[in-house]
């Protein structure tokens, strides 16, 4: 049982480089989350997910793009990259709106 | 104003010490209220969920004041492995019934 996990670990992009970001998870989870987290700001919801085929917005969406096209997997795609969105980003799953489980991150850096 | 605001700290604190710190939050319809953890460049773990009459967890203590908005966290007989970032977390439906995190306030604990 792996939980959750993300991939990359790590990447750097060059300004308007495209990328996508993988979350998987094993526990038949229904939603799916991804944050961001910046220094001083906490975590910040990007995109989430209440089910398989389902996206919605979060706090902080532009720049980015998701699909839930399979239960398990939640993926974040970053168009055009900017430097604006170095960060660490999470993705989280969970049963309710309530207790979250994270992957253990990825880093991206954009130069 | 920020949703949900912490002091960043950090905490230095004397192992076998108590500390305890508050978060504010700003939204009164907010309804469930957790604390989490976070530890260095790791992703965030669920530390206790909080409840309105207050809830203990081995040498944790959460409490909620709905009236003043905000809640607490104390650490008893505080151990050098509770160093950490910890995380508050606050949900509501009025946020479209979805967590929203505190930037964390860091605790570190000294021999």
């Known amino acids: 049982n792996a939980g959750v996990t993300q991939t990359p670990k790590f990447r750097v992009l060059k300004t308007g480089q495209s990328m996508t970001l993988l979350c998987a998870q094993d526990m038949n989870h229904e939603y799916m989350y991804w944050y961001r987290q910046d220094p001083g700001m906490g975590l910040r919801l990007i995109h989430y997910?209440?089910?398989?085929?389902?996206?919605a917005k979060g706090e902080v969406p532009d720049g980015y793009n998701v699909s839930r096209l399979k239960k398990q997997n939640f993926l974040l795609g970053l168009e055009s990259a900017a430097p604006s969105q170095t960060s660490v980003y999470f993705c989280?799953?969970?049963?309710?709106?309530?207790?979250?489980?994270f992957g253990p991150g990825t880093r991206l850096t954009v130069t | 104003r920020k949703e949900v605001e912490q002091d960043p700290g950090p905490f230095n604190v004397p192992e076998g010490a108590t500390v305890a710190f508050n978060c504010t939050y700003s939204n009164s319809a907010s309804q469930s209220f957790f604390w989490y953890r976070q530890d260095c460049r790791k992703e965030p773990k669920l530390l206790m969920s909080v409840y309105s009459s207050g809830n203990e967890d081995g040498r944790f203590t959460a409490q909620l004041n709905r009236a003043s908005q905000y809640i607490s966290l104390l650490i008893r007989d505080s151990k050098l492995s509770d160093s950490a970032t910890y995380l508050c977390v606050v949900n509501s439906k009025a946020a479209g019934n979805k967590l929203t995190f505190g930037g964390g306030t860091r605790v570190l604990v000294k021999p």
């Open positions: 989280a799953s969970s049963w309710t709106e309530r207790e979250q489980y």
């Open positions: 997910s209440v089910g398989e085929g389902t996206t």
